[in-house]
Structures are given as C-alpha cells and as structure tokens.
C-alpha cells in the first residue's frame, strides 16, 4: 500500500501539472512528431541500404547482410544456426555452460532471474529518490547489466563458428586418426556436412555449445553403429532434448553415421 | 468589438461541427479526444519523453508493412521461400515493405530498450507507476516473441536453423520444456504445423496482445501523467521548498543574512 508520502507527492504532482505545466499539444507533440519523423526515416533508410547493396542471388549480402539465404533445407544440415541480433546474448550465454547438467542455467534459469528482477523492480526499490547519482545500487547494477549485454552481444556477434565446408577437408585427417573404414569415411563427410560440429568437437574441430559431449572417442563407450544410429536418428527418445532429430537423413546415411562415431575411438588407427 | 460572421462562414463551420456534435452526443470521443491532446504535461517534459511514442511509431509500421506482406507471403514450406522472393524481388516496392518490416523489428526493439532505459534513469517506475512499468515487461517480453517467431517465416536456411535451436533450447526447461517444444514445433519435426504455428503466433496472438498491452500502457501514461526530469530544478510534484515557491513567485524569498536586501 502507498503511504502517506507517497500519496502526498502524487497530490503535488498533480497540482503542479495543472497550475504550471504545458498542454499535450502542441508543446510535446511537436518533439513526439519529430522524433517520429526521424523513426520512419531511419528504417526507410535502412531498408534501402539493405535491399540496395545486396543481390538477388540467394546468400548475395550487402552491407546489411543478404536478403535470405538458400532455402530451408532440413537434409543436409551445413548451415550454422545464427538467430537475430537480439538474441546473440542468449546465444552467447549458452556457450559459457558447457557441462549438460548446467546448460538449463543459460536457458532457462539466468533469463528466468533476470524477468524476475525486471517484474520485482518497483516493489524492490521504494525509496523516494529519483536522482540516478544518489540511487548507488541501481546505478552499479544497471551499468552492469548494460555492460554484460554488450558483451555476450558483441561475442555472440563475433563468435567464430567452424564452417562446414572447413571441418570436410578435415575428414581425410581424422581418416588417418582413428583408422577409419570406407563406409567409415562416408559417415565422416556426413558428420562434417550436418552441422554436428556447431555443437560436438571432434579432434580438436568444432565449437562446444549448449553442452554436447566430444565425440573423438566416443566408439569407446561400447555402443554399437545401430545404437548410436538410432541415438541420433531421434535423441529425445533417449532423453535427449537438446540435439535435434536428424531422421531425415534417411536410414542409410544414417547407418553411415554410426559406423563412423563406432569406429571412432579415439585410439588411433590401423589396428 | 465581435465581428459578425458572413452567412457563408456560418454555413461552412456547420458542416464541420454538425457532424462533430453528433458524434460527441452519442459517444463522447470528440471530448475524449480534445482532452488527450490539450491535457497538461510537466513544463519541463523533453526529448527523454519521446522514445515512448516513437516506440509506439514503430510498432504502427510493423503493423502496416505487416498486413501488406500478409497480402502476398504464403505460410507453407512449399510456397513460403518462393513467395519471399516475389515479394523482395518482383512486386512494386515489395523490397521497401519487406525492408521496413525486417529493419523496423530491430529499431522497434532498440527504441523498447532505450524507452526502458529512460525510465529507469528517470525513476519513472516508482509509485504510482508501477503497474505500468509491469506492463512494460509484459510487451518487452512478448516482442522478443514477436521477434523469434516471425524469423522462421521467410523459410530460409538462416530461419530455419535458428528456429531449431531456438526450440531445443525451450526444450531444455525443466518440466514443461518438452511439451513446450513439441507444441511449437507441432510434432516430432521442424515442418508445415511449424509454419502455420509460427505464423498465427505472429501474425494474431502476440500482435493482439501486444495492442492490448499497449492500449492499456498508454491510458495509465494518460490517467497518471509522465515524470518530471529527476534534475529539474523544479521537478512536479517536488518538495515545496522555499527556493521553488520563491522561484514561482508565491512568497518573497526571504533575504540572505540577517539583513534586509544589500
Ligand atoms: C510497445 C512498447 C511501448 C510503447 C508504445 C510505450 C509507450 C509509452 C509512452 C507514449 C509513454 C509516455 C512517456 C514517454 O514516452 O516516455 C510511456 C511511458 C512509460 N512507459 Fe512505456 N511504452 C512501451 C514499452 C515500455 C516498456 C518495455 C517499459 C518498461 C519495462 C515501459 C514503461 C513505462 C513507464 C513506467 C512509463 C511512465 C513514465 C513516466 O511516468 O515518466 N514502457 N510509454
């Protein structure tokens, strides 16, 4: 409930605003109309920018990045998932927790705290004071979410990711590693297209995100080329929420797969 | 010395304010009107007080450009790419559409944050404000969702990529986070049900809300006012300290020293 005080400073205020202040329009319409003004051309702006430097051809970027990329394809899976800016934070925080079991804190728990904190805000901070230099504790804290923000922002923007195409000129080395089989190298090529590698390392190759396992030696943990086919055919059905489903590779490639993280076990070849 | 009107005057300011009367004796909205835009604000409101309407500026051309792509794009895995194309490329100013849509998502949540950022530099969420800073949560989280859902749409592989990881990560979520991702993903994989799910969330569900939202947002800004500066010298709703009430001229400031005036 307010307080007196409180109550007193809204009567003051209203007071104030009806004896002193200046009407609606057209003192503040003219700065809204203005500023608006300014809204619409920077996004005109920015759309001519956009559609002006970059080409028809899908992927043909320009100073503002292409206008769409190849289309969707869920089979072969080369593509490096990059959400809007304005997720790169999130993007970014998943990246920090890298162990399964603490991948739900960048989810879900940090994002979580931080909604909280922004619902609790007013009921947390009561005082009166509305001078940023007296308000010590919001003023620490909003400098530090704001410098927190800009930088998983700008390190999500700017995290190097493997590309595909590079982790396939791997494919002839990790041959040579693991003493891989025929089928085995077809099952590399495969691992390398599909993106596997924006979440597993693989000999020293990828990026580890959003907690998944290196996969060097994973032959090593006894399960079969049928098992791990199955595995990652749908990983949820092995409680799994995390990788998605790659089903669609169809049952062959599939298998291909399999021989191939079976065979890899992180002993080195030709046995 | 009042001057009589021509006859012809008369007539002309009839037509307008006929009409307008009629309107206002049925419904008020003329008087609504007239008291949003004459209504008082704190004479020392500035620049700081336009990011509000200017985010409401470009949440009004996302609406726009969004009901005209709505015209041309068509939500199946089949037709969407393709109909992306069409628009950016072959129809009449489609790109600037497509463009202003796409650009205005990013200035429209830059301007979110900004306009969040002055009122907490302000202090504005305190009493009696708090339920509208509530509010303002509530929109900033359902324009992110606006934001993720409408990304999948041009079905390329940019969407469609970071839409699957968008969704494993809801996965993740204790509890309900399996359910959620397979509610959004409408099966077992990213596909048509996907689409369609993602596009009435954009196109519908959160818009609505967030119209709602926003009606709402604005009539507390209206029924509470805005905010003095925290520097003004002379801040509405201040302390009546005797250096305001002399600076309004109300009493004498009393002289400095023991002394009369030098
Ligand atoms: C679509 C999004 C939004 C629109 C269109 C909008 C619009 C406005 C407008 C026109 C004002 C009047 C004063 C000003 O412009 O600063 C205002 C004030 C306010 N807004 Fe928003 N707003 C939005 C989002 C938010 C968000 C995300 C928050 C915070 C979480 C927020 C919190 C507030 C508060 C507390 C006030 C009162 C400020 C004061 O009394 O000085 N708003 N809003």
Redesign the interface.
């Known amino acids: 409930m307010?307080n007196e005080q409180?109550r007193a400073?809204?009567k003051?205020?209203?007071e104030?605003?009806?004896t002193?202040?200046?009407?609606?329009?057209p003192?503040?319409?003219f700065?809204?109309t203005?500023?608006?003004l300014?809204?619409?051309s920077?996004?005109?702006a920015?759309?001519?920018v956009?559609?002006f430097t970059s080409g028809?051809e899908?992927g043909e970027s320009g100073i503002?990045g292409p206008?769409?990329?190849?289309?969707?394809?869920?089979g072969t899976?080369s593509?490096?998932?990059?959400?809007?800016?304005?997720?790169f934070f999130?993007?970014y925080l998943?990246r920090i927790f890298k162990w399964p079991e603490s991948?739900?804190l960048g989810?879900?728990g940090i994002p979580t705290i931080a909604?909280i904190l922004?619902?609790a805000?007013?009921?947390m901070?009561?005082?009166?004071?509305?001078?940023?230099v007296r308000?010590p504790v919001?003023l620490v804290g909003?400098l530090l979410v704001i410098a927190s923000m800009g930088i998983l922002t700008y390190k999500g923007a700017t995290a190097e990711e493997s590309l595909a195409s590079e982790n396939v000129e791997l494919v002839d080395e990790w041959v040579q590693e693991q003493g891989l089989s025929e089928e085995g190298e077809q099952g590399a090529t495969l691992f390398a297209q599909s993106?596997c590698q924006s979440c597993h390392t693989y000999l020293g190759s990828g990026s580890a995100n959003?907690g998944a396992p290196d996969l060097s030696d994973i032959g090593a943990s006894g399960q079969s080329a049928e098992e791990l086919a199955a595995y990652v055919a749908?990983p949820?059905e092995f409680g799994n929420?995390?990788?998605?489903?790659y089903?669609?590779l169809g049952e062959e490639n599939l298998m291909l797969l399999g021989t191939f993280l079976a065979e890899s076990t992180g002993e080195g070849g030709g046995e | 010395m009042a001057r009589t009107k021509s006859k012809r005057r008369r007539q002309l300011e009839q037509v307008v304010v006929y009409p307008l009367d009629w309107v206002e004796e049925r419904s008020g909205f003329v008087g609504a009107i007239r008291y949003?835009?004459?209504?008082?604000?704190?004479?020392d409101?500035?620049?700081f007080?336009?990011?509000g309407?200017?985010t409401l500026?470009?949440f009004i051309?996302q609406l726009v450009t969004g009901v005209i792509l709505a015209f041309y794009y068509k939500p199946s895995?089949n037709e969407a790419?393709d109909s992306?194309?069409v628009i950016?490329?072959d129809l009449t100013l489609g790109?600037?559409v497509?463009?202003?849509h796409?650009?205005?998502?990013?200035?429209f949540?830059i301007?979110l944050f900004l306009h969040m950022?002055r009122v907490?530099?302000?202090?504005?969420?305190?009493?009696?404000?708090?339920l509208n800073?509530?509010l303002g949560?509530l929109i900033?989280?359902l324009a992110?969702l606006e934001?993720?859902t409408g990304?999948l749409l041009?079905?390329?592989?940019?969407?469609?990529?970071?839409t699957?990881?968008?969704i494993?990560?809801?996965?993740?979520?204790?509890f309900a986070?399996?359910f959620i991702?397979d509610f959004l993903r409408g099966g077992?994989?990213?596909?048509a049900n996907t689409l369609s799910i993602f596009y009435s969330m954009h196109m519908l569900l959160i818009p609505g809300g967030l119209i709602g939202l926003i009606t709402l947002h604005i009539y507390l800004v209206i029924r509470l006012?805005v905010?003095s500066p925290?520097?003004s010298q002379d801040?509405?709703?201040?302390e009546?300290t005797e250096v305001v009430t002399a600076k309004?001229g109300l009493v004498e400031p009393r002289p400095r020293g023991n002394g009369g005036p030098p």
């Open positions: 307010a409180e400073y809204f003051r205020y209203k104030d605003v009806e002193r202040g200046k009407p609606f329009h003192w503040a319409m700065h809204d203005v500023m608006s300014v809204v619409v920077v996004i005109v920015l759309a001519c956009w559609y028809e899908a503002l206008r769409y990329t190849e289309e969707a394809d869920p899976t593509f490096i998932p990059r959400p809007d800016w304005y997720f999130l993007f998943l991948v739900v989810t879900v909604l922004l619902f805000l007013p009921f901070d009561r005082r009166r004071e509305r001078r940023i308000r919001a909003a993106g959003l749908n949820a929420q995390v990788m998605p489903a089903a669609s | 949003f835009l004459f209504r008082k604000v704190p004479h409101t500035n620049w007080h336009t990011l309407s200017a500026t470009a051309v895995p790419y992306i194309q950016t490329n790109w600037l497509r463009g202003m796409r650009w205005g998502a990013s200035v949540i301007l950022g907490f530099l302000f202090g504005a969420y305190k009493y009696p404000r708090e800073w509530l949560v900033l989280v992110m934001g993720f990304y041009p079905w390329d592989q940019t969407a469609y990529w970071a699957v990881v968008g494993n990560l809801n996965a993740t979520a204790p986070g399996p991702s077992q994989e990213i596909g006012g905010t925290p520097w801040p509405a709703g201040g009546r309004r």
